[in-house]
Each structure stands twice: as structure tokens, then as C-alpha cells.
């Protein structure tokens, strides 16, 4: 059976761009965006255009440049906004404005002081606004995570009357367990009429770890697009990790589920942004961090030597890692040793390892990591 294809919406450029201290420029921007349109992402949120005349200049610029993807910008439920919105991708060639207002009775009655009336008049009314601008317009109900399922099927219900093409669930505060947001989009589903015609799209943070976990539960449940970052970056905790999301579809092929991401690229594209962003990447992170495909322990090492795949479950290169390294440290065992000796050119044979392998012991307790210089003086000796 053929794959149901999810779309990828990245928003990096956005969510990703609210992390203190990580904003980027123009040209940057754009040096992203190229990277994520030729990695095969379908939609690209490229920024906030009525939050600054610089980034209303980097959505415009985009574009302009981009074709293969989507370019959205965000606005809220206020005609100004989507005014900037709309003058910003005017010259997409795929745009869409993405606007919305928070529904949740934290929102309604704290945030915006209001009724849920009037939040649901003012979604329609953007919607309707937007619609005069492009015909692809995104609808987020900010604060869906907590949002009230029945009330929250008003709101979508009307949205999408009113002509939007993509309903947005976001778990802005990452407060729902994947069960509860599953349970949340399957509910949206069944009781909301004309959601067959539109993409439900799963907008996930990370305050709870659960960003990427949610985001498959939602998919499972019928959400046919995910918005996510590049390393998982954004807002406080972060969004769901593209990487993630995309290998996790890859891997469970059992899913029925897959995207168009060239996956090869994901390494890369990961310290495109990281270095851009001027933002590390953790190094246990999973797919793109730099001991995702590293081993340690002598027991892993001598598994991973004999066969790759009794340590990993992904093959480094499909995500564009050249190869699973074999890290010596003083836990490392004699096939280890052997291994990296012999990628150096030094062919030594079990019966006169012992001497090597207590050489290197001691190193190994002195430096932490032993590296290849350090085995060049050893087995050169
Ligand atoms: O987290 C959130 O609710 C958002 C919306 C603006 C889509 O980022
Ligand atoms: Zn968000």
C-alpha cells in the first residue's frame, strides 16, 4: 500500500527565529530557507511580517526566491497583520497567510479579556479578510492542547465555512500527553463538518519532552501536516524535531506514513541552522547530534563492529552521516582498539594486542578520549 504523505511544515524561520539571542538576518534567512526548499520541505513559515520591517523585508525577499515550497508568514486575527502578511508573499509563487486567535479559556478570558463569541467572530473575520489576499490560508487556534474539544469544533467548524485550507491544533504549552492530543484531533474528526477537505496540522512545543511524540499521535489520528523545527528549536523548550518527526515515519514504514524529505540532507541542514543560529546541538540529541551514531562501551563497540545494526536502527548515511564512529575511552575493549588500529594502517593480531591494549588503558584513564594522533604514537613505538 502506498504511503499516506504528510506534509512538512517547517517553521524555523519563525518559531525557531523566537529563540533569545538566535535571530538571524536577510541573508541568512535565506540561506535557510534555500537549504529547507531543496531538503523538500512543503511549507516553509518564514516569518511574522507586522512584527518588524525586518523580517517583513526577509518574507518578502523570500518570496520572491523560493518555488518549490509553500512560503507562509504568520499574522494574528487583525486585519493590519494580515495586510503585512499578505504584502510580504505577495510574490510567492505558492503563498498562504497563517492567522489565529487563542481559544483555550486561558486566552479567551485572561490574554484577550473577551468571550468565546467574539474569539470565534474574530477567526472568521481573519480568515475571511485573509481570503481576499490568497487562497491558502492557515487557521491556528493557539492554545488548542488546552482548548475546550467542544467549543474548539465551533471554532474549526467555522473556520473552515469561512474558507480556511488548513486547521492548526497547536499544544502551544506542551501540556497534553500523546494520548490526550490524539485523542484531541480524532475528536476534531468526527464532530467537525467539512474537516475532511482540509489538512489538520499538529503544531507541538516541547515543555514536557513530548513535542515529537504528540506530533505522531496527532499524524496517527488523522493530522495529514506537522509544523516542527530544524533541531528542534523555539519557543522556550521548542517545537517537534523535524528530523525526528521524518525518521521516525521512515523507520516505522508499518505506519503507512512518509514525507518528502530528502533525509540524506538532515545532518547538514542541522548545522546549517546550529551554526547560523549560533546555537549548539545538544550531543545526545537524537538523528543530527554528534554521539547519535557514536559507541563508547566496549560491549556496544564489539556489536557494532560485528554487525552496525545490533547498536543502531538507523544507517548514519541515510541521514548524511558518513559513518558510526567508534569512540576509544578507557571503557573500550580490545576489538575497538584492533578496529581503529587497523583504519590506521597497523594490522595487529589478537596474540600481541595485550601490551597495546594496556598502553592504551592508561592513556585512556589520563585523557578521557584517546584520539587517532594519540594511536599513531602508540602503535608506532
Ligand atoms: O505555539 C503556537 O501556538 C504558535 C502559533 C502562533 C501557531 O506558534
Ligand atoms: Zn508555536
Known sequence: M????????????????????????????????????????????????????GDFESVSKIAGIITESTVCA????????????AEAVKN?????????IGTSDSHVFSKLRTTREHVLERGVAAVKYAKRFVEDVEFYAED????????????????????????????TTGYCLPWQYGAKIKYLKEH????????ISTHC?????????????????????VECTINGIGERAGNASLEEVVMILRQ??????????QSHQLKSMSELVSTRMRMPVQPNKAIVGSNAFSHSSGIHQDGVIKSRETYEIIDPLDVGVHESSIVLTARSGRAALKFRAAKLGFDVEREQMEPYYEAFLKLADEKKVVQDQDLLTLFSS
Open 192 to 199: 467537525v463538518k467539512g474537516i475532511d477537505k482540509v489538512h
Open 252 to 261: 516505522h514504514q508499518d505506519l503507512n506514513f512518509d514525507t518528502r524529505i
Open 74 to 85: 504568520l499574522s494574528r486575527a487583525v486585519e493590519k497583520d494580515i495586510d503585512a502578511a
Open 205 to 225: 512545543h516541547n515543555d514536557l519532552g513530548l513535542a515529537t511524540a504528540n506530533s505522531i499521535a496527532g499524524i496517527e489520528h488523522g493530522a495529514t501536516q
Open 2 to 53: 502506498a504511503h499516506k504523505h504528510i506534509q512538512i511544515f517547517d517553521t524555523t524561520l519563525r518559531d525557531g527565529e523566537q529563540v533569545p539571542g538566535c535571530q538571524l538576518n536577510t541573508d541568512e534567512k535565506i540561506e535557510i530557507a534555500l537549504a529547507l526548499e531543496k531538503l523538500g520541505v512543503d511549507i516553509i513559515e518564514v516569518g511574522f511580517p507586522i512584527s518588524s520591517p
Open 144 to 171: 488548542a492542547g488546552r482548548t475546550d474539544n467542544e467549543y474548539l469544533a465551533k471554532v474549526l467548524e467555522a473556520v473552515i465555512e469561512a474558507g480556511a485550507t488548513v486547521v492548526n491544533i497547536p499544544d
Open 92 to 100: 510567492a509563487r505558492m503563498p498562504r497567510i497563517h492567522t489565529g
